[in-house]
């Protein structure tokens, strides 16, 4: 049996897999780390910790196993900026992560003056302090020692520690969430390095998702010489996982909020109003190198809401509860929930809208209000693949989904119904680390084309859509009614 390691670096923990030949788990580990907050919009991680947590993961799979391990891969947080001294290996500041606003005012700054497009047709981004540049910027400024100073995202700075500070590297799809990137030429971007004042040298090497990026050193828990061979950032790696390898498949991830990708093919998008463009992979073999790219919505509000019920409003005291509620009732009584608690996402990205409840009668229970929650992930999801639609000019083949609202099947077949393509559900549920494995598997010749990764990818369910387009409509044009209603609303208080 082969066994490749899969290494899954979160936002609040490290999860280690070994996934076999067939692409079964066969062993998994889990370890939480801690998350600073020092000021008001400030989130911090600890490298460190993240490193620890690492190596202990790794170690219980490697002792619950038989047999060698034939490589490892990566998948990660995206976006979280870590600096480290090139000689000693110790973290300089703690990470900044994604989730981190202190450079608000910063990218404030450069929207001011004029700096939009020119960023956004370089990296597909919207300037936003979500994204690494300014993070690294900000570590840049307030540094007291600069001179051995080595900048990364998460996946660097695992790759730099597993191979004994002798790699330090990246790949297409974290180097395209930095900022820095330009995804049209695949290289650093000299003039948002001038920009950002960040010197190439202190930036990891770009390499393909399933290029080779070292070996493992002597402190790797793992053991030394395992070779590290596949590399993406988190929603990314999904994608791969899902074995969306074709133009017009997509994924959805149904989190705290959801991240939706779209395979867009092997040209670069153009920049699209309400949607991010980015790397999803870059694969090389047989004297090719072929780069795929996705374009990207999030949605801010999917599992926050089901939170909501419960902690809010106490209407349920596990999120477990909710289908069993909302299957109480046949439909909502034209009640729409639109959660747009800290804004709307993508395609609107309206920070000023609030959330809305609305159709609401004496006849209005706690089972409609639940379907209406459910109802309204399926038509956020809707509103985001159809602005990928257009922006493409791909038809949407169907949509595969994980994360903690994906059990509902009751979600999953509104979904269908919304977008008119069938919804699938994987067995596994740890299909970011997949993505991983598969990458770095295809690497080393475990798999040897994509079509083999795709037959190791296994239906759990397969929801068909059950009513016609006409009645998905209506029901939409009424939620985009509701969209309206609740835009620009926090202008008034």
Known sequence: MTIVLAIDAGTTGVRTLAVNNNGDIVSSSYREFKQYFPNPGWVE??????????????????????GPIAAIGITNQRETAVVWDRETSLPLHRALVWQDRRTTSRCTELEDNGLTSTIRESTGLIIDPYFSATKFE?????????????????????IWKLTDGKVHATDTSNA?????????????????LDLFGINESSLPHVK??????????????????????????????????????????????????SFILMNVGTESPKPVEGLLSTVAW??????????????????????????????????????????????QCLDTGDVFIVPAFTGLGSPWWDPLARGTLLGITRGTGKAEIARAVIESIAYQT???????????????????????????????QIQADQLQVPVLRPQSKEVTALGAAFLAGLSIGIWTSLSEVEEKWKLDVQLQP????????????????????????????
């Open 45 to 66: 991680h600890d490298p460190e910790e993240i490193w620890n947590a690492v190596q202990s993961t790794m170690s219980d799979v490697v002792l619950s196993i038989s």
């Open 176 to 192: 395209s969430r930095t900022m820095l990137f330009n995804i049209n030429s695949l290289r650093w971007d000299n003039e948002l």
């Open 138 to 158: 900000w570590i840049a400024r307030n540094l007291p020692v600069k001179n051995n100073a080595v900048l990364g995202t998460i996946d660097s700075w695992l």
């Open 466 to 493: 059950e009513v016609d387009r006409i009645t998905a409509d209506a029901a939409h044009s009424r939620w985009l009614q509701a969209i309206e209603r609740s835009r620009s609303w926090a202008i008034s208080s």
């Open 382 to 412: 809707r509103d985001v693949t159809e602005a990928m639609q257009i922006a493409s000019n791909q038809q949407l083949q169907n949509l595969r989904v994980d994360g903690g609202a994906s059990v509902m099947d009751l979600l999953l």
């Open 282 to 327: 870059t694969l090389e073999g047989d004297g090719t190198t072929t780069t795929t790219y996705a374009l990207e919505g999030s949605i801010f509000s999917t599992g926050a809401t089901v939170q909501w019920l419960r902690d809010g409003l106490g209407m349920i005291s596990e999120a477990s509860e909710l289908e069993t509620l909302a299957l």
């Open 208 to 257: 393909a998702s399933n290029g080779d990026f070292g070996e493992t050193g002597k402190e790797a828990s793992c053991g030394k010489g395992i070779p590290i061979r596949g590399i993406a950032g988190d929603q990314q790696s999904s994608l791969f996982g899902h074995a969306a390898f074709s133009k017009g498949d997509a994924k959805n991830t149904y989190g705290t909020g």
